[in-house]
């Protein structure tokens, strides 16, 4: 008998937080590194948020909460979701979650069995396939290619169902391509969910980080069965990572067994951090757009200084804050993978990118670039990549 549980293993972490710690590493040694690893506004929290948190403080609010969440957030978060996609979302099908990953855990493991199906999308957000497989799923991958934009298509989704299919994984804007699914592809992919009896997990975390007036699209605008779970949260859009607040909306047979796992989890989410959160959804939300505003200039930045690097291709992104750069030729000559290159760049020159193969195999070949930073570190960065890649090449 062994000491841990064999389901345990099927947990991976995120490479993104390796990445920084190697960086961390390099950096105590006394060498400068331009970050554009980790997938973290580099904003702080609005102001009328911290206000807000501080004053729940002062009144007491520092005790237990009902596990779903305070009504006062359910209801603003319904509110908001209402607004912004047009649809009516009944507050009591909100469930807050300790961040967006929490809610990510809590829908699969609510739904999946030993052998169901999940597809989902490749390079993507790890969790999607380590929760999969942790709760006896089977992670079927949706490969993203950037010859179609790094879109899922209904198409390709039906062409990987089977009677097995328990659920299909959608994310946009996307992470790490950056890429955002059209109206006809997210309308497409809810109605082969509802012809095929599977729910649809849409994960909408960075929502509304949309340049060039792209519209979002959300299944919940096109669902008539009650097949769609949104998860989301406040950490990209309001640059709360810390606070670890997120959440659920959940069909309605599914709260109360989510309900359940949620409490046995974490008990209930933080009580002062929800007054925060009720803030940040009926505050000013000037902030946010300002945010939009300075990651597309950013993206802009970052899209002309990657002209000047020879041997690589890549996709304009549009939405999120990432550029998912394919560097197989550069990989090819120099006898690496995404990984060594990466830890190569981070050790000689000073630049910390995401390996590709962090985000899924059918990464392998890309890294990927943030750019939760100023234009000035951007720019520094991306001119250690291009000196990093001319020396490589020589030798």
Known sequence: MTRTSSRVYKITQEGAFAVLAKAREVEAKGKNVIHMEIGEPDFDTPENIKRAAIEALAKGATHYTPTPGIPELRKAIAERISTDLGVNVDWKNVLVTLGCKEAIFASIMSIVDDGDEVIYPNPGYPAYESITAYAGGKPVPLRLSESNEFRMTPEEVNELMTSRTKAIIINSPHNPCGSVLRKEDVKGIVEVAEDRNAFVISDEIYYPILFDGLKHYSPLSFAKKDNVILVDGFSKRYAMTGWRLGYVVAPSDLVEPMTKLLNNLTSCPNQFVQYAGIEALRGPQDSVKQMVKAYEERRNAVMEKLKEIENITYLRPQGAFYAFINVQKILSRVGMNSEQLVARLIEDYGVAVLHGS???????????????????????????????FNNMLRR
Request: no cysteine.
């Open 358 to 388: 962090s985000m899924g195999a059918y990464g392998e070949g890309f890294i990927r670039i943030s750019f939760a930073n100023s234009v000035e570190n951007l720019i520094e960065g991306i001119s250690r990549l291009k000196r990093a």
